[in-house]
Every structure is written in structure tokens, then in C-alpha cells.
């Protein structure tokens, strides 16, 4: 039997994919190069705006008709991921040729879920919380060949942000033991990776046994870890002693993404961020002089119910202010059993996308400017490609998460997963251009 997993929503659907073909590579499943290929696909899934769940709905009929144009070859397909939490039952009801949901806090619940399946069960579901989910096994992890290993410090989230799926799709926080933690980061380094990244939706409010910057101080003493990366940041998390570690471990990757979602207080409020623009200028502070080395990114929402002009001209104000390396920005998507819902939105459609337009304009425009100032510099990159792009480019990322370009003559190789030397030689919105030296 062969499996394949189609994946969206953020790094920890990513991971959530190297785990479950972890389990069913344990029970025997083979991967499947392909859906064409497959006795079962899962679709991973993410429902953090409406048209990911949209997606989610199309793909699902277009995996069908391969599955009729097969006849002679039976197909199981199950959904997995966020929507899956959120929908349960609703999705065999939207689409019922789905054989299998399972929801984020039943991961580990898989293998027997597939059997059942494969053993003839018909809309076969788990939806429950189990508690010992976030235990997950080290050694069950099929990594895809990414050169950074994603590493769970924390599931869920105890904020309750009123725009935000996550709480009711991932639950509240359950933190890793350090000690897990550090075995699992000896684990692959041994197996060859030089770099990890810490994954929970707020990785700074971790206390499974010590607080996130104590994790990263202990974590930056593994040899051969070369870079240490994490995401996300909470701004209310945010601490003196966490700006006090990220700027002083030389392992610490010189890159923070925090977002910010509004530089209104009143919109900040509306949201439940719990912190106001200030506050969040403030915390930024705490990074002190070091932070003009680190590459600073953000996420905004565009449009939230109640937005004036007057606030949408302080989110402005604020990027203008501190001059994001980066930034991913969104129109407000209403979503389901969230508060926000309640909030009336009387914004016209076209007003929510100029104002985005605009946002996202500006943005690019500092995102070149602090790309251009790295023209120049010779900097370590880390290989992210196997052979080079039809362009004839080698794909690269610089230690504050910037694409490099980089040519070079077509018979010499560049080690994948390893840090070469390179100058800058040019720079756009998007990437830098480099030279090996
Ligand atoms: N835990 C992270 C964010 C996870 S979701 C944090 O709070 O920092 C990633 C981003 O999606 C959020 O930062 C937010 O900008 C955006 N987002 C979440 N819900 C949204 C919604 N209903 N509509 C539009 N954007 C949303
Ligand atoms: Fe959602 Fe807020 Fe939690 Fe982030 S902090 S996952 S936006 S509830
Ligand atoms: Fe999406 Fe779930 Fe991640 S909603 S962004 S896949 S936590």
C-alpha cells in the first residue's frame, strides 16, 4: 500500500506531515511519488483564512475524479490537519466520498485509523483531544529534505486573538519536556542537520521546564548545530531576558518574526492582541543596537471590522516607523466560532484591498532597501538546492532567512545543507544575487 500527503497552512502542518508519514512508514505504507500513484492521500489541511478552506473543498473534488478515473485500483482519502478539527463530521456531509478525518490532537491515532479504513470502515473519524499528542516519538519523524529539521517545542495557543482559528484548531498550549526537546535536536544533528527551527504559534511562552531563552541557551550548546531558528513570536511574550538571548547566542539565527497585526490600539484592542502599538515599539527596544543586524519581519491584518482610515493610517505610520525587513499581510477573514465574527464589518471590499495594495507596496519598497544594503558583503549562506534552477542559479538563505541567488559555473557542485561563502552582488524585492568566492 502507498501513501501521499498534500500539505498547506504553516511550518506546523509541514511538520505535522513529516510525522504522519513517520507512523505510516512505521506500519508498513510506502510513499507514493504521486496522488496518480497512491492507495491513500491525505490532504493536509490549514483554515486559517476562508479560501484556504476553499482549497481544501476543490482539491478535494479533483482528487476524486482521479479517484473514479481508476476503477480498478481502489483510493482512501482522508482529511487531515485544521479544517479537519474544525469540521469533523461536516466534511463527509460537504464531500462524502472522504473516507478518513482526523484532527490535530488525534495525530498520533493514524495508524489505526487507516486500518480501520483499509479494513472496510466507512467515514471513519477522530476528532478527540488526546492529551499525550505532543509526545511524539523522535525516531517516527520522515523528514522531507529540507536542510533545517523542524523541531515542536509547543502545540496550541492560550491567546484568543477574536479573528483567530487557532485556539479552537490546535487547543491550548501543551509544552514538550526539555529534555525531549534536547534529544530530538542531538537526534538530527547526528543525522546530519546543521540548522533547526523551533516550531509552537508562540514559541515564547514555552515552560516545559525552563522558559524559552533558557531553551535556547541549552539548545545553542549542541555541537554541530550551526543555526538555531524558531517561530512565531507574541509580542506580550516578549521579554528582556528572551531579546537578551537572541541577541547574544551566536547560534541564534539574527532573524524575529513577531507579528504585529494593527498599529491602531483600538483595532489591537478589538482584536485581543493585549498590547498597544507602543508596546510592541517598546519590546522591539529591548533588542537595543543589535537589532539593525537582524532581520525583522511581521504579519498584519488588513481591514479588521471597525477600521477607519485614521487606524489604517497608524498601521502605516508604524511600518514607516520600524521599517519591517519583511512583512506578510492579509485582508481580515471572518471565521467560524471566533468572537470577531460578531464585530460589524461595513468596510466596502475595494476600500480593504487598496489599503492593502498600499501596505503591500510600501512594504516592498523597505524590503528592497534592506536587501540592498546587504550589496556588498560577504556573508555564510546555507545551500537549499540540489542542482541548479533552469535559470542556471543555486538556490541559498543567508542567516536572517534572505533567498540568495547564487551563479556558478554549471560542472562545480555547491554542498546541499552546507554553509558556503558568498558575496553579494545584487539584490531585489525577492532575493540577493551572490558569487562564491
Ligand atoms: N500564532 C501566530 C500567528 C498564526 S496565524 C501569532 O499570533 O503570531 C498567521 C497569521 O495569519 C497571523 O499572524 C495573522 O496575521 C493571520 N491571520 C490569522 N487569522 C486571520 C484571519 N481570520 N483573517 C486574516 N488573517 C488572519
Ligand atoms: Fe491565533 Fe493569536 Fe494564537 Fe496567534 S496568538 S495563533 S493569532 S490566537
Ligand atoms: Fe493553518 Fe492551522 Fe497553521 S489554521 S496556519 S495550518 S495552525
Known sequence: MKFHILTWGCQMNDHDTEKMSGLLVRSGLLLADSVHDADLVLLNTCSIREKAAHKVYSELGRINEIK?????????????????????????????????????????????????????????IDTDFYPDNHLFPVDCISRSCSPKALITIIEGCNHACTYCVVPTTRGSERHRPVGDILTEVRNVV?????????????????NGGCTFAELLYKIAEIDGLEWIRFTTSHPMNFTKELAQALTSISKVAPFLHMPIQSGSDKILR?????YTAQEYIDRIGYLGERRNNMCLSTDFIVGFP????????????ILELIKFDASFSFIYSPRPDTPAL???????????????????ARQTEFTTQ???????????VRIESHTPSEQGYWLARTAQWRN??????????????????????????????????
Not at 471597525?306 to 505610520?317: H, L, R, V, Y
Not at 555547491?414 to 539584490?427: C, E, M, S, W
Request: aromatic residues 6%; glycine residues 10%.
Open 270 to 274: 478589538r482584536m485581543g492582541r493585549g
Open 68 to 124: 473514479a478515473s481508476r476503477p480498478d485500483r481502489p483510493m482512501a482519502i482522508g482529511v487531515t490537519g485544521c479544517l479537519a478539527q474544525q469540521e469533523k463530521e461536516n466534511i463527509f456531509k460537504r464531500a462524502p466520498f472522504v473516507d478518513l478525518v482526523v484532527g490535530t490532537m488525534a495525530l498520533k491515532q493514524l495508524p489505526r485509523l487507516v486500518a480501520n479504513v483499509f479494513g472496510g470502515g466507512n467515514h471513519v
Open 190 to 206: 547526528d543525522s546530519g542537520f546543521c540548522e533547526v527551527e523551533l516550531l509552537g504559534q508562540n514559541v515564547n511562552s514555552y
Open 342 to 360: 460578531h464585530l460589524a464589518d461595513n468596510l466596502p471590499e475595494s476600500i480593504k484591498h487598496e489599503r492593502l495594495a498600499r501596505l503591500q
Open 370 to 380: 534592506s536587501n540592498l544594503r546587504e550589496v556588498g558583503k560577504i556573508v555564510p
Open 404 to 437: 540568495v541567488h547564487i551563479e556558478n559555473s554549471a560542472d562545480s557542485q555547491l554542498p546541499f545543507g552546507r554553509l558556503v561563502d558568498v558575496k553579494i552582488t545584487g539584490a531585489g524585492p525577492h532575493w540577493l544575487k551572490g558569487e562564491v568566492l
Open 306 to 317: 471597525g477600521e477607519t482610515d485614521e487606524d489604517f493610517e497608524s498601521t502605516m505610520s
